[in-house]
């Protein structure tokens, strides 16, 4: 069954701890992280999950839009995540094996992600050195809200194949633009886990729209 995570981007953050209780019937908490850097937005830091962390159990997917993202990883991991996705392009190959190491030794799940001009291929060496998951951007980073990039669609259905082919226990997660109609496009083109925002929190009946995007 398809796995879904509410994006706390799109609570309200004078009312998160009220926030997150109301996806509680979701899989996964995703909580982006925006340098100002990386991506022109700022959001939130180490305290904020940690004090996530103090209130619930989810399971607490933790995006690293950061420049360098290694610096982060050992305080994130500590603050609670259960999972870390690194960006492709936020540092040179070598530091971002490194950061995965780092992971590895503390206990937290691995992550990578490609925006939408990075080429699928691009993974094959994380891959094959065994990630947890593969986050594929259907929106440029920074920003909630923006509509879904169709044109990534061939894209995650390539990244199913090379998970398949290289690390088949690796999750394939989906972010950006995900609504009923296209998280069903994304869910063919082979998703395990799609993230969504204002679809969630701006829904009417928040357990009903979590429920309609499984599918």
């Known amino acids: 069954m398809t796995k879904i995570a509410p994006s706390i981007l799109s609570a309200d953050f004078c009312r998160l701890g009220e926030d997150i209780q109301k996806v509680s019937s979701a899989d996964w908490l995703h909580v982006d992280v925006m340098?100002?850097?990386?991506?022109?937005?700022?959001?939130?830091?180490?305290?904020?999950?940690?004090?996530?962390?103090?209130?619930?159990?989810?399971?607490?997917?933790?995006?690293?839009?950061?420049?360098?993202?290694?610096?982060?990883?050992?305080?994130?991991?500590?603050?609670?995540?259960?999972?870390?996705?690194?960006?492709?392009?936020a540092d040179m190959p070598p530091a971002l094996h490194a950061a995965l190491d780092e992971m590895e030794a503390l206990g937290v799940k691995k992550g990578i992600v490609l925006r939408p001009i990075t080429a699928p291929e691009a993974v094959i060496p994380y891959l094959q050195r065994g990630v947890d998951l593969v986050l594929v951007m259907t929106v440029e980073p920074g920003f909630g809200g923006q509509s879904?990039?169709?044109?990534?669609?061939?894209?995650?259905?390539?990244?199913?194949?090379?998970?398949?082919?290289?690390?088949?226990?690796?999750?394939?997660?989906?972010?950006?633009?995900?609504?009923?109609?296209?998280?069903?496009?994304?869910?063919q083109a082979g998703a395990d886990v799609l993230v969504a925002g204002s679809a969630v929190y701006g829904a009417a009946d928040i357990p009903a729209a979590i429920a309609a995007l499984r599918g």
């Open 35 to 89: 340098d100002g850097m990386f991506v022109p937005n700022i959001s939130i830091g180490v305290p904020v999950v940690k004090s996530i962390r103090a209130h619930t159990d989810m399971f607490l997917d933790v995006h690293l839009m950061v420049e360098k993202p290694g610096r982060y990883v050992k305080a994130f991991s500590q603050a609670g995540a259960d999972l870390l996705s690194i960006h492709l392009e």
């Open 148 to 187: 879904f990039m169709a044109d990534q669609l061939p894209k995650i259905s390539a990244l199913r194949a090379l998970i398949d082919q290289y690390c088949p226990g690796c999750l394939l997660e989906v972010d950006g633009g995900v609504n009923v109609e296209t998280a069903r496009l994304c869910r």
